[in-house]
């Protein structure tokens, strides 16, 4: 499908034209956000309001609905593609019904429908991007693709104590492990990422190996709350490499071998313990590169976003690391770590308060399953 070439709407955005508009003088902005990038169906409606002194509102959630398709995948241990797209498209209209309800909004009230554009998984994205953009030609109302992991590293400016400009991110996702320097919505600069699985990825990995369910992180972090983190030496990748790179699979292969070493039927201690050891490598390691990342860039705020995110001890051992060194961290609501269709909502919000928006109004739309982060303004 073609990208836009956005002819004008019925009803713009007061500040859909960054050329017409300046940041921060903005009228309010009700933005009903659509994720569908993988296996949650979220929905939700934020509200900016209008800003008279230059300073951006701070946006408010005032509905949001989540289908999780865990239990549907569960079987398979792991997402399906096509189980994904086929009961997206079941759950996103009843979910946008009930969230305008729960709102007491109506369709009327939506100046702007934001739709999750990627990355992801490309049958999965093009059901919300499709609804996003048919409801949005049918309200004569403007659509707005967004960034998924965009909508991850803002999603602390919907909790009580938001960060301020700038910061850096460590972007911890299922497919995604990343740190950035934020300096502003749109404003992002790669320091450092994994070369290959993700920290998401080596939580679902072990998982999976000791027979944990799906999806293995929470199961994981459960388990390891019984073990000792220091019962076995497991390898703690690139932490000495100097750089703010990273790097998990030979974790994945490290616990596959302790595993072997254990034999038929390991104990429960013995795999508390091995859930355990798993996690306190993964944290370690993502814990002192968000340090040497913070020490890097001269800047003392940290914003933690991604599923990963959720993990208790690496929130302690964050609070205490950054604490130590007089710096502060931020985090999501704790249920707005994992994916959400708020982070979409809000993303959508504050690149609209800043003009940073390309509108389209002709019900054309693509999807990009690839999209690097630092690559967000080029398409
Ligand atoms: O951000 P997210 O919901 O989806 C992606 O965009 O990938 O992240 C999902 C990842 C999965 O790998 C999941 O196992 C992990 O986040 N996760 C956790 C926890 N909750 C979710 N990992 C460790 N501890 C948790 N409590
Ligand atoms: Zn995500």
Redesign the pocket.
């Known amino acids: 499908m073609p990208a836009s070439s956005g002819r004008a709407c019925t009803k713009p955005v007061p500040h859909c034209d960054d050329s017409q508009q300046a940041p921060g003088r903005l009228g309010s902005v009700n933005v009903l956000g659509i994720e569908s990038?993988?296996d949650?169906t979220g929905v939700a409606l934020v509200s900016v309001a209008a800003s008279a002194d230059g300073d951006h509102a701070l946006p408010v959630l005032r509905a949001q609905g989540l289908h999780t398709q865990a239990a549907m995948h569960e079987a398979y241990g792991g997402v399906v593609p096509e189980l994904a797209s086929r009961d997206h498209i079941r759950r996103l209209l009843p979910l946008t019904r009930q969230v305008l309800a729960d709102a007491g909004a109506t369709l009327a009230e939506l100046d702007l429908i934001a739709y999750t554009r990627g990355p992801g998984l490309a049958g999965a994205l093009l059901v919300g991007a499709g609804a996003a953009v048919a409801l949005a030609t049918a309200l004569g109302r403007p659509a707005l693709g967004v960034h998924?992991l965009e909508g991850?590293l803002l999603s602390p400016f919907l909790a009580a104590d938001p960060p301020q400009f700038p910061f850096v991110a460590l972007l911890?996702?299922?497919?995604?492990t990343q740190l950035m320097r934020v300096d502003d919505v749109g404003r992002y600069t790669l320091l450092g990422e994994t070369v290959d699985d993700?920290a998401?990825?080596a939580?679902?990995k072990t998982?999976k190996l000791l027979g944990l369910g799906y999806?293995?992180?929470?199961a994981?972090?459960r388990l390891a709350s019984r073990g000792d983190p220091r019962a076995f030496a497991l390898p703690r990748p690139l932490l000495h490499s100097g750089d703010l790179d990273f790097s998990f699979s030979g974790l994945k292969t490290a616990v596959w071998t302790q595993l072997r070493k254990l034999g038929e039927s390991p104990t429960a201690t013995q795999r508390a313990d091995l859930a355990a050891s798993t996690q306190a490598a993964i944290v370690d390691v993502l814990v002192a590169k968000s340090i040497r990342a913070l020490q890097a860039s001269g800047l003392r705020r940290l914003v933690v976003a991604?599923?990963?995110g959720?993990?208790?001890e690496?929130r302690r051992r964050l609070d205490e690391a950054t604490t130590a060194r007089g710096c502060r961290v931020h985090y999501p609501e704790p249920a707005l770590?994992?994916?959400n269709g708020a982070m979409i909502a809000l993303a959508g919000a504050m690149r609209a308060q800043r003009g940073l928006v390309r509108l389209h109004c002709d019900g054309a739309f693509d999807v990009r399953p690839r999209w690097p982060l630092d690559q967000i303004e080029d398409a």
């Open positions: 990038s993988c949650e998924h991850h911890v996702s299922g497919g995604h993700a998401g990825e939580f679902d998982a999806p293995g992180g929470p994981l972090a991604g599923g990963v959720a993990n208790c690496l770590c994992t994916d």
